[in-house]
């Protein structure tokens, strides 16, 4: 078995890994009930628009990316966490979907 050296390696082990396709770390515990840990990583496919109900990764501002469920409420969408510990986003001029997210990856080390 090959050994893999870094996360591109390990994506394109797993066959699925393109141009458009990047993976991210999570960081905070918004998705845990989705089941999405601190850890884990998620494989995001690069995209502008999204459906509601797909989990997504937006970016809030111009460096705080953030993975959510998009969600329309009265004629607007929002990024819901699945934690009652964040709020809700609304989704304005200040928010950009970057991808939507393919895959969830657990590493136990």
Do not use: W
Not at 40 to 53: F, H, I, N, S
Not at 72 to 92: F, T
């Amino acid at each position: 078995m090959n050994k893999l050296k870094s996360i591109k390696d390990f994506i394109d082990y797993l066959d699925f890994q393109s141009d458009d396709t990047f993976a991210l770390r999570v960081e905070d515990d918004g998705m845990t009930g989705a089941g999405v840990l601190q850890g884990d990583l998620v494989v995001v496919q690069r995209a502008t628009v999204a459906k509601e109900g797909e989990m997504v990764v937006a970016l809030i501002g111009k460096d705080k990316a953030i993975l959510r469920f998009l969600r329309k409420r009265e004629e607007r969408y929002y990024l819901d966490p699945v934690s009652s510990k964040y709020k809700s986003i609304q989704v304005n001029e200040d928010v950009s979907l970057v991808g939507k997210v393919i895959r969830v990856i657990r590493v136990f080390a």
